[in-house]
């Protein structure tokens, strides 16, 4: 996981496409994305910082492992209104599903579409923390008005 969140962030394009399964639904031709366009227009376009695994469970199934996670992007080169020009970073979090390839390799094969972080335990998530910070900063700026 922090491999390929390290992949997007620095445009490895490559490892992105090592690291997903071949029967991913990233792969699909027919939706007009490729998987390797997409990688290399996320790099281009965001900006990403402060990764936190907020869990790892074993999946149901042998060879299948999900990876929680939370972290923050910003497109690159916005500047909030706000905030006297300080970047917009917003706070975002998954579920990744894993499988174990015939050769042992972990693999990325699709997010697990369950998972909602308005009911998962957030409590201590880098999530739940920036919507504290930026609820914060808005109090803060109503005292000042």
């Known amino acids: 996981m922090r491999s390929r969140y ?4 620095t445009q490895k394009t ?7 399964h071949p029967d991913s639904p990233e792969w699909n031709p027919e939706s007009g994305d490729s998987l390797e366009g997409n990688a290399k227009t996320t790099g281009q376009f ?6 936190e695994i907020v869990a790892d469970d074993k999946g149901d199934k042998p060879g299948e492992a999900f990876v ?3 972290a923050e992007m910003s497109l690159r ?13 917003k706070a975002f979090s ?15 094969i699709d997010q697990d579409m369950k998972y909602d972080p308005k009911t998962a335990q957030a409590s ?3 999530e739940s923390r920036m919507a504290g910070k930026a609820d914060a900063q808005r109090a803060q700026g109503k005292a000042r008005d």
């Open 77 to 89: 080169g916005k500047r909030g209104l706000s905030d006297k020009g300080a970047k917009e970073w």
């Open 46 to 51: 965001y900006e990403f910082r402060n990764l």
């Open 124 to 126: 201590n998530t880098l």
């Open 94 to 108: 998954e579920r990744s599903r894993f499988v174990k390839g015939d050769d042992g390799k972990w693999m990325y």
């Open 6 to 9: 390290s992949a997007y962030a």
């Open 68 to 70: 929680t996670f939370a």
């Open 14 to 20: 490559q490892w992105i496409l090592d690291t997903t």
